[in-house]
């Protein structure tokens, strides 16, 4: 058994590996001290390459256990990405007195998962680690039309304009197959592994990050459809993960993944830290030969929320008769209809230390103000609201010269078991919800606030403080790898 471990520079050819580019841009190693073993995931075969397992010499075996992605990600520094995984990289990992190299989930704050080349001599066959292109840079899914299929659910993603979800804000849900033309996008490759989807119901919308700007972009934004728009909130990655799978990446942070959460009675695509055993994480394409249906010309006006300009206006396109039915009250938008402003939800039930996010559609202006009746019962930030204790108060938005408001109840029994070490939301359970709890806290504290019991829970690394650390040791629990903290 030889595994592949990190120790100090000792000028021995075990140290020395061939890099050989095998295409799709993936690259195989050789060893410097025997050139019949390479690099080799320790796995029994293709299909169980997990988080977890260990890097390893073996001999030739051409397949995805000894195939990897070099991705460059800026100072000459490098992940090594799984062939098989993308979403798995290489690590380190304390083991048996020596820090073997592993597999692991990326997280962008651990440079443990970075890598250097230092160049010896190359050969012809050796491209430049620079020109390897992220996963998916090959085109590996080809332009045209698909749906879009939760693996988890098996449920398609549905473009769910006002019909389905009310009001003037069109987030991306998961839902039953009905045949309509807002479960049907356009893919088209823009180069540099990145794509675009376009809406099959109207390719002036583009699926689309709901983030103010690019910047904005983060764990817990709405996938919503929007205007198109040339930067990158609009440009995702394709990446299989093998049986026909993919994860579908953010193009601003490709740790930020298309998963599932549940909202106002809808199942919604949001942006999430990467879990490799989530489902509801990974997506099937079903090609369609048929042409997307097209519409008649209409104007669509932005969800009204804080940072998003006004949607163009799409261009009058000659119409083409779907071949499924469509639901009449969704062909138009009456230019003249101005729904109230109103909360998302108008009404919740909360406990003590809870916290939730509040969405406001129809607001005639970008900047909303946020206030609360009682501070004491529920405080207000930037929409996301704090149950503080026990009581009622009423959350209102001032935008434009209109208002509306919201009706919180907070129960007092929400207290939460602080002895589960990493239950960092409070439902007595270790899951990857904790972690991305975690991960969310450590990106914003004032928005993402846990509680006292809560920070308590989800230090559980065995170092002081929180960390990103402690969302990969809850991971591992969820993933069973580990047992107990």
């Not at 230019?335 to 969405?359: H, Q, S, V, W």
Request: some cysteine; proline content about 4%; glycine content about 10%.
């Amino acid at each position: 058994y030889y595994p592949i471990i990190v120790c100090d520079k000792d000028g021995s050819p075990e140290q020395n590996f061939n890099l050989r580019s095998v295409g799709s841009g993936k690259y195989r190693f050789s060893s410097g001290y025997d050139g019949s073993v390479y690099m080799n995931v320790w796995a029994g075969t293709e299909s169980e390459v997990s988080l977890g397992c260990d890097i390893t010499g073996f001999s030739n075996d051409d397949n995805n256990t000894q195939r990897f992605y070099i991705v460059p990600i800026g100072n000459d520094e490098f992940l090594i990405e799984s062939g098989q995984n993308s979403r798995l990289v290489l690590g380190t990992e304390d083991r048996n007195g020596y820090t073997h190299v592993v597999l692991q989930a990326y997280n962008k704050n651990n440079r443990n998962q970075v890598w250097k080349l230092e160049g010896a001599s190359t050969s012809g066959n050796t491209e430049p680690a620079s020109s390897a292109p992220k996963p998916g840079g090959n085109a590996e899914v080809s332009n045209g039309r698909y749906n879009i299929i939760s693996v988890g659910t098996g449920k398609y993603m549905n473009y769910a304009y006002g019909w389905k979800a009310g009001n003037k804000y069109y987030p991306m849900i998961v839902c039953d197959k009905d045949g309509s033309p807002e479960q049907i996008f356009d893919l088209s490759h823009l180069g540099s592994g990145k794509y675009r989807a376009t809406s099959g119901y109207n390719s002036g919308i583009s699926i689309n990050t709901w983030a103010g700007t690019e910047a904005d972009v983060k764990a817990g934004c709405d996938i919503t459809g929007f205007a198109s728009e040339d930067n990158n909130t609009q440009k995702f990655y394709f990446v299989p993960v093998g049986s026909g799978e993919y994860v579908i990446e953010s193009g601003q942070d490709s740790s930020l993944v298309f998963g599932l959460t549940e909202k106002n009675g809808y199942t919604h695509v949001t942006l999430q830290t990467y879990n490799p055993n989530d489902k509801n994480q990974r997506w099937k394409l079903n090609a369609l030969d048929t042409p997307a249906p097209t519409e008649a010309p209409v104007t669509t006006k932005a969800p009204a929320t804080t940072a998003k300009p006004a949607a163009a206006t799409t261009q009058a396109a000659e119409t083409k008769a779907p071949t499924t039915t469509v639901k009449p009250s969704a062909t138009t938008v009456p230019a003249a209809t101005k729904a109230a402003m109103k909360i998302i939800p108008d009404e919740i039930i909360m406990k003590t230390g809870d916290t939730n996010e509040l969405l406001i559609v129809n607001a005639p202006d970008k900047t909303v103000k946020w206030t609360s009746s009682n501070t004491r019962v529920a405080a207000v930030k930037d929409g996301i609201v704090t149950a503080a204790g026990a009581g009622e108060a009423e959350i209102y938005a001032v935008s434009g010269g209109e208002s509306c408001k919201c009706r919180i109840t907070v129960e007092a029994d929400g207290s939460m078991n602080a002895g589960v070490k990493g239950d960092a939301n409070g439902d007595s359970k270790v899951n990857v919800a904790d972690a991305v709890a975690v991960i969310q806290y450590i990106s914003n504290q004032t928005k993402y606030a846990l509680t006292p019991a809560a920070l308590a829970n989800a230090d559980c690394d065995g170092v002081a403080g929180i960390s990103g650390n402690d969302a990969i040791m809850i991971q591992k629990i969820d993933a069973g790898i580990i047992t107990s903290f």
